[in-house]
């Protein structure tokens, strides 16, 4: 006989299932993040709502006689309206949480695309940078080279000056000996001419 019962109790309960619409079937799928917004406070208005009514029923089904089936009665009906309000509040969540997810895809990506302009810019700065820092070393260099060359024409020109200086010596100190020659010649000269008066 228990197995009469079974099949008897699930063909009463498989049509009743059957029946009934899944509030998945009727919950509107947002499309922007308001809509989803809108959506998640209407779920907790329903769950809200639903908790009030609950305590207030809760309030009347004790003065009521069945008390335990009017209790029951009233947790049912609170269920009911919390699958509800959860299946209105699934869609937003997800809806949001792809949102917040593409959101941050995107940040990432700019993020990627700004750091690697950022390591392009640095590389051209660094690279401006070694040119200007080459340029200033040459630069330097050419300064170096033509303080160097200016030194090496003042030593020659000093050295010719100094041969200039030392060849009119020379040139005086001959012509002062040819004048004491010729002086001491004619001094030489005029005692014998003296002597010969």
């Known amino acids: ?3 009469v019962v079974c099949p008897l109790l699930l ?3 498989l049509p009743a ?3 009934a619409v899944s509030p998945e079937a009727t919950v509107p799928v947002p499309q922007t993040l308001d809509e989803a917004q809108q959506q998640r406070r209407r779920a907790e208005a329903m769950r809200e709502q639903a908790e009030r009514d609950y305590k207030a029923e809760q309030d009347r089904c004790y003065s009521k006689f069945l008390v335990s089936d009017c209790l029951e009665q009233a947790k049912k009906r609170r269920t009911a309206a919390i699958i509800e ?3 209105l509040d699934q869609p937003a969540r997800d809806f ?3 949102a917040r997810r593409h959101e941050v895809d995107e940040k990432e990506g700019q993020r990627r695309a700004e750091q690697s302009q950022r390591e392009a810019e ?3 700065s660094s690279e401006r940078h070694r040119a200007e820092q080459a340029e200033k070393a040459a630069a330097r260099e ?3 080279a033509d303080k160097q060359r200016q030194a090496a024409e003042g030593r020659q020109k000093a050295a010719a000056e100094q041969a200039r200086r030392q060849a009119r010596l020379d040139e005086r100190a001959r012509d002062d000996a040819e004048r004491a020659a010729r002086k001491a010649a004619r001094e030489g000269g ?3 001419a003296g002597a010969g008066s």
């Open 11 to 13: 063909s009463l309960l």
């Open 142 to 144: 050419r300064k170096l």
């Open 190 to 192: 005029k005692p014998a």
């Open 85 to 87: 309000s959860r299946a």
């Open 96 to 98: 949001e949480l792809t």
């Open 122 to 124: 640095q590389l051209q």
């Open 1 to 3: 006989m228990k197995l």
């Open 17 to 19: 299932a059957a029946g």
